[in-house]
């Protein structure tokens, strides 16, 4: 029972952070204003380990290498306490950690781009002129405005949402059974 109660909260800690990182990274990429609320939210959240990074990891152009680098240092923390939280030696698991941490910070990065996206969808529908929907269009138009070049508004309604939210369905299966399969049988 304490496993799987230190489990739950390492994976509600850590994927929160880690979001939190990815996040930071994916407004620089957008160039979202750094003065709005939420985007000072974030900075506050993550200076106190991506500043002192930056240091030695610095920015190329639109890339915030920093808080993508700090998003894989938590994932491979979060690993190494998972292990040790369910009785595993941290040390028999860090080879594998090093790929697994990978796919972690992808399965966070597309949870974030899924729940961005259904906030969006909620806003649209609830508060359109809610001031997080100016982020929220910013932060997903990357990956929505492909879908709506190829799939057409049907009786008025947008289904770019709709469409995104199966393919990140359908990716994060697939993640999934990759991160199983490293973890069952190594690389």
Known sequence: MFGD??????????????????????????RLPPFNPISHTVFQLSNWLVLPLRKAIPNVR???????????????????LLAGSTGASPLGVFPQALLIALLTVIKWALQLLLWTTLLLAVLSW??????????????????????????????????????????????????????????????
Not at 9 to 27: H, K, P
Not at 62 to 80: E, F, K
């Open 126 to 187: 609830v508060n359109p002129r809610s001031p997080a929907m100016g982020v929220t269009m910013q932060l997903t138009a990357p990956f929505l405005n492909p879908i709506r070049r190829a799939i057409p508004l049907v009786g008025g309604m947008d289904l770019s949402p709709l469409v995104l939210f199966l393919i990140i369905q359908v990716l994060l299966i697939v993640l999934a059974r990759l991160t199983f399969s490293t973890a069952l049988f190594g690389f």
């Open 5 to 30: 109660v230190a489990s739950f909260l390492l994976d509600t800690v850590f994927t929160l952070f880690g979001a939190v990182l990815l996040l930071r990274a994916w407004m620089l990429a957008v």
């Open 62 to 80: 639109n890339i915030d290498w920093t808080s993508l680098v700090a998003a894989y240092v938590v994932a491979l923390v979060y690993l190494v």
